[in-house]
């Protein structure tokens, strides 16, 4: 009596949902222990975030990073140990050696780019290299729901057959820049699936100001200081500021934003914004308003501001910019150094989640295992990237965090269960890359 045949074993499948930053490194190393991956993304190419960023150019990396500057409600020690996952040594070296893309620095601002000064070159090599280690791309894939299905897990598509997976990530993003397919697709099925989350808001956006109080001086540019106060909160910051047509812009601007969104849409007050125009303080500028012949008070002000900000600022300190500066009162002196060095900059609004470099507030650290991304109430759903309650300031730190949590997660989710995470590290890294091309990956990919 001959011997059934043993039932061939159901390979592992993990599905990444999202093909942005973390979703593409997640199914990078997903793919990389040897399990059968699928990576579906609703738009046509993906990665449109990575296109857009650093103007074209993709911030790929900060030349440092300073754990001290990201933002989150949940345990900053969670936070921490996630960033150290992957050091920026590591990632560096990831993206020259298996990217295959050389990186230039920009050390005056701090930030790492593509030599090619191409987004596309990042956004093409990170998917090349999935499909390259044998993750499937599948584009124009939207996802509706992902519940848990007979010790597995079942993924319903528009208009096509659910998947079952071993192991879901979902990198779907946040709700920032909604015309690059961020709809908050992640976060629903992390809150339908009874995740704990933070209040979402719009970070790293420009502010608006109803009354224009420096409407006059639109397109402008130069480095200020600016510090937001609302509540316990507090957030300052150095660098670029635009005047626009609508308020402020500029780095400075952005990384302090959020201490103002958050005043006004949790508190419903208005952090107060206060801006140091130039890097002279008290004592400096009580030497450069001193009696100089004939100098006007004009002359003095324009000679470290712009032209027609200078006019402003002596306008909103009522000083007249005719009067010399012998025949400037002491009052009228104190008055303008007060302007100059803690001014108000009158704010009204932000320009919300459409101008929004990256959302605030997601799922809390608390409901993941900080060494895989795994979340604590479902074994085998994994999340990463910006859904997750922590971003940084502008310069490449949102990439940065994308790029470790991604790399976690598929980690994580390639190995399953119950594996050490030294040892999933060494096995993603000694994966051996496959060579098949996925039909599903869009032309100019290949």
Known sequence: MSTPPTPAAVPRRVVVIGAGAAGTMAAI??????????????????????????????????????????????SKNTMRRILRSWPLREQRQFFEDEVGIPLSEEPELKKVFPTSHKARDVRDGLLALAVKRGARVHMETRVLDVRPWNGRWRIDIADREPLMADAVILACGGLSVPNTGSDGTGLTIARALGHEMHPTYAALTPLTDEA??????????????????????????????LFTHQGYSGPAVLNISHVAVRSRIEEGTRAKVQVQWTALGESAWEAALKPQGARTVLAAVR???????????LVNANVDPARTLAELRRDERLRLIETLVRGTLPWS??????????MGGGVSLAEIDPRTMESKRHPGLYLCGEMLDVFGPIGGYNFFWSWATGRAAGVGAGLGAGVAPAAAAAAA???TPASDLSPGLPPGNR
């Open 29 to 74: 190393f997903a793919a990389g222990t040897g399990t059968e991956t699928m990576l579906l993304e609703r738009t046509k190419d993906g990665g449109r975030k990575i296109l857009i960023s650093g103007g074209g150019r993709c911030n790929v990396l900060p030349l440092e990073v300073d754990e001290s500057r990201f933002v989150t409600d949940s």
């Open 212 to 241: 224009g109080s420096f409407a006059a001086l639109s397109g402008i540019s130069l480095p200020v200081t600016l510090t937001a106060r609302g509540g316990e909160r507090t957030a300052a910051h150095t660098g670029g500021f």
């Open 303 to 313: 000679a470290h501001v712009p032209d027609r900000l200078a006019t402003v600022l």
């Open 349 to 358: 609004g932000d320009e919300g989640y459409k101008k929004a470099e990256v």
């Open 429 to 431: 890294a000694a994966a």
